[in-house]
């Protein structure tokens, strides 16, 4: 069963490990790899369980590796160039075999290895050494001298600089408030940590985009009119009037007059065994893959938990759109377990009051987000606890400053709803502050 649901229309070569695979030019080097049937391609620190990606969007570590002699790259936001080299960290052995896999099963409850064999002489710093290796991760870019010298950009000085109107995350409605204000003149910077802006909208099946058409036309406008968009770049802090910003280009701090805060939501998490396994991702990190042509098997569950939506019915409909949905069974209920050594092999859930168990290549859940707050608490936003998580609130979206001054947050991290109407509503409240005056 081919892992890709479309031909590769700009194939290019990279390796694993020295394999050579086939892939689609600027792609997720992770999309890549999975597209190839590479399932597990990274190692937990502690007890070296197999990993693969689970949220393609830098959120969680099971797609680190050493990408062109650099460690603890995320494969999920690097794009694949050809004659990209991705080497498996942080392994004894191979990607296959990794010896230090016996951590797993010597400690199946877990060990705190800092007090193990505390006070006998000499066994501790045997065992202390043995845990440092054993909790690693990549090992520091080898010198520019060696036969393979990695990709070391030379040091740069940091900049600082001003800016009019800053839009930190380019999903639905960081994209909304860009374009709208680029679009009344304002000079305006669209800054995503992502490969290409969308955020969310990347992972819906086509059919699906019809709401949001309006939105994704006003962007194509902004863009042609000056619309600055700055993808796989990092709002990384805020401190006082000063964001941290770290690109391509370096890291700067930039000052805007006004900051827009569209940092969206984390794909929710739920509790379950085998919870960690390669093959288990968030329904989103699916509809993204799916987007991209990628096939994550013959046999993929979906489970939309209380609460989720809408990634988990739009993966499905892109599977059938892509003739591949005989595969995809979507459940509505909660997971209650994963089972498999290497790679998800089977899964049991619960609907109602019933089990049932299934054979699957891959897990999908689809359960509540978790507001991205981070950023707004440092700006000063309120932050309240909800099932969900900790979303930022603020009157009208406006957490601090005077006029169109100052720094606002909107979106799923402001607690709206993943909804054309609810994001337009709330994107035009904030656009009429920013330019008011104006």
């Not at 994550?296 to 489970?303: F, K, S």
Request: aromatic letters at 4%; glycine letters at 14%; proline letters at 8%.
């Amino acid at each position: 069963m081919p892992a890709r649901l479309l031909p590769l229309r700009n194939p290019i070569s990279i390796s694993l490990d020295g394999d050579t695979i086939q892939a689609e030019d600027g792609e997720p080097l992770a999309a890549a790899l999975l597209g190839a049937e590479k399932t597990s391609f990274a190692r937990s620190p502690k007890f070296h369980r197999p990993r693969g990606p689970a949220c393609m969007r830098a959120a969680c570590d099971g797609c680190l590796a050493r990408v062109d002699g650099l460690p603890n790259v995320m494969t999920c936001v690097s794009p694949a160039r050809q004659g990209s080299r991705v080497e498996v960290q942080n392994t004894l052995g191979s990607r296959e075999v990794d010896l230090l896999r016996v951590t797993d099963w010597f400690f199946p409850e877990g060990f705190d290895h800092h007090h193990l064999f505390a006070g006998v002489p000499g066994v501790q710093r045997v065992m202390q050494a043995f845990a440092r290796r054993v909790a690693g991760l990549g090992l520091l870019p080898t010198d520019r001298s060696s036969e393979r010298p990695p990709e070391i950009p030379p040091p740069r000085a940091a900049m600082r600089r001003a800016q009019d109107v800053v839009v930190v995350g380019a999903g639905p409605a960081g994209i909304a408030v860009a374009s709208a204000l680029a679009l009344r003149g304002r000079s305006v910077e669209l800054l995503d940590d992502g490969l290409v802006p969308g955020g969310g909208l990347r992972s819906l099946a086509p059919g699906d985009l019809g709401g949001w058409r309006a939105l994704e036309q006003g962007f194509e406008r902004a863009r042609a009119t000056g619309l600055v968009v700055r993808p796989s770049t990092v709002a990384g802090g805020l401190y006082g009037e000063d964001l941290l910003v770290v690109g391509p280009e370096g890291a700067e701090v930039v000052t805007a007059r006004a900051l827009v805060l569209a940092t969206g939501a984390h794909d929710g998490v739920l509790a379950f065994e085998g919870n960690d396994l390669p093959g288990v991702m968030s329904a989103r990190a699916g509809g993204m893959l799916a987007r991209l042509g990628v096939r994550l098997g013959p046999r993929v569950v979906v489970v939309i938990a209380p609460g989720g939506g809408p990634f988990g019915e739009s993966f499905g409909r892109a599977m059938t759109a892509a003739g591949a949905g005989d595969g995809v069974v979507v459940v509505r209920g909660v997971p209650v377990s994963a089972s498999g050594s290497s790679k998800v092999r089977s899964v049991t859930v619960r609907e109602g009051e019933h089990e049932r168990s299934l054979d699957a290549d891959a897990l999908l859940i689809d359960a509540p987000r978790a507001p991205a707050y981070e950023l707004p608490e440092q700006a000063g936003a309120r932050i309240l606890h909800e099932p969900r998580g900790f979303v930022a609130r603020a009157p009208r979206g406006k957490i601090r400053g005077e006029g169109d001054a100052g720094v606002w947050v909107v979106g799923e991290a402001a607690g709206d709803a993943f909804d054309p109407a609810v994001i337009t509503r709330a994107a035009e409240d904030v656009v009429d502050q920013v330019a008011a005056g104006r």
